[in-house]
């Protein structure tokens, strides 16, 4: 069998924000280590341009202007002409290139559809079928596109998932910005204009994000920066965009020591934003891409996970850094929710922020404090790697072992098991378990087994609409294969399939827990196309064997967790389904 070609020309699509650029960059450098001889071209929105020049391992940038159609024309129509005539002229001569690889980075219809326009054969990430319908092929790009719905059950970082997306061997592997001479050029001026020493203890606050209710309230920043600077004597320097400069004023409004803050918002180019972070002792931010700045520069991050921002998603990726989130059955938001109320930013308190920095600096590992105040309704975590490489989030605060949390890590071992191998295999628990073990409180609670046996029902379930999906599809290349197919058996046959798959769908709906699998043979529906019957029908029995794989391992998984960790139960007995006490049963 023939050995596929490496490719030699590779774009990578990235129209997002200047975060997702950064998290992007260990796949950047795991495709140049894979094909050293290919040319790598990125393709950014406008915003992040400058600040693109700094991903490692990019042979040319290139800018898709879109804002040019808004800026400075409220009120007026779009032009769709000028629209239709700008993706004309910018991605004609891109399509004459000829990439053999494409990663499209992006969510986005109109990423998917640029992909489709140029007319690359080999694309991980969305592109647009015959139907202009978005489609993905890759099993880690499936999870990527359906883990937005299932945020609850996800433990993987975009790093993770973009890195896997390449096929990448399993590494540590590391966030990376270029460093250049104008870093510290710009940066010493500013040194010198502010009286920073090199002893300076000093301390960065963005307090600013992309949405406003991601954001930690300025009253609790200013309470943190001046016990900052009367325990430790800190210099606070907050960063942050133009835009922000309002909230930084309510900042040094609040404040008892003002003149102990450096306001440096909208005053940073990307070189002496670099600069100064990487001078920081220490970042506390909101979910921004300062932030991963920080975690690439090795700066410690206290960061504060409010909303929509999900630790698990978009945390530091390097192992270390602090994280806060509020502990409410909401957190995070689904995307696309609007709180009236955004109680989470009141969780964390100035004061175990502060505790917790200065117990960092003492001893260099985070603690938590030895009088365990303010810790009520908040769940602190530090980042770490696991066995295969991939970051995850400890509780430093144990909590107990609920069914969302039990789903979500054997969701982590199912996806490293099977998505990206063509022989799936169930792997030991150990590290797994071993890790439950350090961030929940054990004897397991009762109600948690409980209310798993209840819910491995509903993956038997599950695993019957999948069998008689294999049956149905089964019947179809039978009556292909006889010598004159029925056209009604057919058509019967494709409208049990379509009855069978709202089925599942409809499972997925009422049983969140099992909806990860549920979606993602949905989007792996999504994928089959064309025309030809019998290949339709193939990859359709393919798509419900799978399911049926991702059922019987799941349970497995759980049923090992509980096996090591329900024996130890407080309470002496094992939890069997045979002895306990099933709601309903």
Known sequence: MRQAAAPENILMLNLTRMGDLIQSTPLLKGVREQYPAARITLLVGRDFYEFSKRLPCV????VLDLRQFNDGRKGKIVNWVEI????????NPLRDEKFDLAFNLSHSKLSAFILSYLKIANIRGFRCNSRGERQTDHPWMQYFFTEPFNRDFNTFNLVDLFSRAGDL????RSLEIRSAPEDTEKLQPLLQQYGIGDSEFL??????????GRRWPPASFARLADQLISRHNARIVLLGVASESDIAGEIVQRMEFPDRVIDLTGKTGIDSLIGMVGRLDYLVTNDTGTMHIA???DTPVAGLFFAHAHPHETGPYAPGHLIFQADIPCAPCSYGIECNDVVCVRKVSPELVFNMIGRHRRSGNW???ENGEHLEGVRCFVTEFDRDHCLRMRRLNPAPLETRDLFAWAY?????DTLNTEAPATRPVDGTVEFLRSSYRLPVPLETWQAWQALRRTGEELLALAERGVELAGSILTELAGPRPSHERLSRAGDRITALDDQISQVGLTRPEWKPITDLFNKRKENIDGTDVRQMANE?????????LECEMLSRIIEEIRDRLGRQAAWGEDVSSMRMEVPGR
């Not at 982590?412 to 490293?416: E, G, I, K």
């Open 203 to 212: 301390i960065g606050m963005q307090a600013g994000s992309s949405l406003k």
């Open 295 to 297: 975690a690439a520069l």
């Open 169 to 172: 061997p399993d590494k540590p």
């Open 412 to 416: 982590r071992r199912l996806w490293l």
């Open 540 to 548: 359709t029995r393919q798509c419900y064997r799978k399911m049926k």
């Open 367 to 369: 603690s938590l404090p």
């Open 59 to 62: 042979d040319r940038t290139l």
């Open 84 to 91: 239709y005539k700008y993706f004309e002229q910018t991605l």
